[in-house]
C-alpha cells in the first residue's frame, strides 16, 4: 500500500461527483418501514405530543396515509394498535375484528404495492400494561407464548404479509412459525425483534401506544443494554427457530449490536430507530441545536451502514421529502 506523499486520501473527497462515486452506503426509501398506529373510531388524526409529525389514525384515514406513502415509494408499513378495551387476557390482540384485523384488511383491499408487516404483542391489550398473562406479578411464558401464535395466525387470516414478533418470551418463534403453518400460512415470513432491549428510549411509544405498564417494568424479558453476547444467542434461537428476518431495537445507540448480529449470522436484518431517539431529533431541531435533515441522513446512514438491511423509522416520510428537495437542488 503506498503511503503519503503517494497516497493522498483528500483526493476523493475533492468534489461532490467523486464523492457520490465513491460513496460505500447509501440510503434507499426502499430500506424504510414506516410505523403507523390504529385507533378506533372514524375521521381521526391526531398527533403524539412527544413525537410531532406522527399521528394515531382511525382506520379510513390510516388507508389514506397507506396511499400516500405508497406514491412516496415506501415499501412497507409496521402497524399498532390502541384497542377500544383492554383485558387481563389481551383479548383484542387476537379479536378477528380487532382494531389490528380491521387495519389489515382495509389497507389490503384498497392499496397496492405497500407491504403490511404487523407488531406482535400482548402489552396494547393488556388491562395491566404488561406483555404477556401473569401471575401475581411474574410474567408468564409460554402461556404468553400460545395468545401471541393465535394473534399472529389471526393477523395472516386479515391478509398481513410479514408477523413481527416484539414480545421477547423465549420460544415464541417457533410457536408462531408451527401455528402459521398449520393453519397454511407457510409463505408468511416472520420477522422477529430477535435483540430487543429494555430501553429508556421507548418512552414516547409508550404514550403512543398507550402501553405502560401498570406496575414493574419489561427488564424480565427485554436484554439489559449492557450484553451482547446474550443478544448473539437470542439472535441464534430465533434463526434456529424459523426467523426469516432477525432485529435489533433500538438502533442508533445499538450500532456495534447491529453490526455484531450481521457480520455473525449474515441474516436479513432489520434495525428499529425508536421513538426515543426520533423525539430527541425532532426536540432538538426545534431548539435550533441541530440541523434536522442532515442529522436524519446520517442516523438512518449510520443504521444502515453498521448492517441494517432495513430500517424501521417514524422519518421514513420524512426521509423521501428530503431526498426530493435534494433532488431539485
Ligand atoms: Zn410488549
Given at each position: 500500500m503506498a503511503d503519503y506523499p503517494l497516497k493522498r486520501l483528500r483526493r476523493l473527497r475533492n468534489n461532490p461527483i467523486i464523492r457520490d462515486m465513491v460513496r460505500e452506503t447509501e440510503v434507499n426509501v426502499k430500506d424504510l418501514i414506516y410505523p403507523l398506529f390504529a385507533v378506533p373510531g372514524s375521521n381521526i388524526k391526531k398527533e403524539i405530543k412527544s413525537m410531532p409529525g406522527v399521528f394515531h389514525f382511525s382506520i379510513d384515514n390510516l388507508v389514506k396515509e397507506c396511499r400516500e406513502l405508497a406514491e412516496l415509494g415506501i415499501p412497507a408499513v409496521i402497524l399498532f394498535g390502541v384497542p377500544e378495551h383492554k383485558d387481563e387476557q389481551a383479548s383484542e390482540a387476537y379479536n378477528p375484528n380487532g382494531i389490528i384485523q380491521q387495519a389489515i384488511r382495509a389497507i389490503k383491499s384498497e392499496v397496492k404495492n405497500l407491504l403490511v408487516i404487523t407488531d406482535v404483542c400482548l402489552c396494547e391489550y393488556t388491562s395491566h400494561g404488561h406483555c404477556g398473562m401473569l401471575n401475581g406479578q411474574e410474567i408468564l411464558n409460554d402461556e404468553t407464548v400460545s395468545l401471541l401464535a393465535k394473534t399472529a395466525v389471526s393477523h395472516a387470516e386479515a391478509g398481513a404479509d410479514i408477523i413481527a414478533p416484539s414480545?421477547?418470551?423465549?420460544?415464541r418463534v417457533l410457536a408462531i412459525r408451527k401455528s402459521l403453518d398449520y393453519k397454511g400460512f407457510q409463505n408468511i415470513p416472520i420477522m422477529s425483534y430477535s435483540a430487543k432491549y429494555s430501553s429508556a428510549y421507548y418512552g414516547p411509544f409508550r404514550d403512543a401506544a398507550?402501553?405502560?405498564?401498570?406496575?414493574?417494568?419489561?427488564k424480565s424479558h427485554q436484554m439489559d443494554p449492557a450484553n451482547t453476547n446474550e443478544a448473539m444467542q437470542e439472535v441464534e434461537s430465533d434463526i434456529a427457530e424459523g426467523a426469516d428476518i432477525v432485529m435489533v431495537k433500538p438502533a442508533g445507540p445499538y450500532l456495534d449490536v447491529l453490526y455484531r448480529v450481521k457480520q455473525k449470522f449474515g441474516m436479513p436484518t432489520a434495525a428499529y430507530q425508536v421513538s426515543g431517539e426520533y423525539a430527541m431529533i425532532k426536540a432538538g431541531a426545534q431548539l435550533g441545536w441541530i440541523d434536522e435533515e442532515r442529522v436524519v441522513l446520517e442516523s438512518l446512514t449510520s443504521i444502515k451502514r453498521a448492517g441494517a438491511d432495513m430500517i424501521i423509522t417514524y422519518f421514513a416520510k420524512d426521509f423521501t421529502n428530503i431526498q426530493q428537495k435534494a433532488g431539485l437542488k
Open positions: 414480545d421477547m418470551m423465549d420460544g398507550n402501553s405502560a405498564p401498570a406496575f414493574g417494568d419489561r
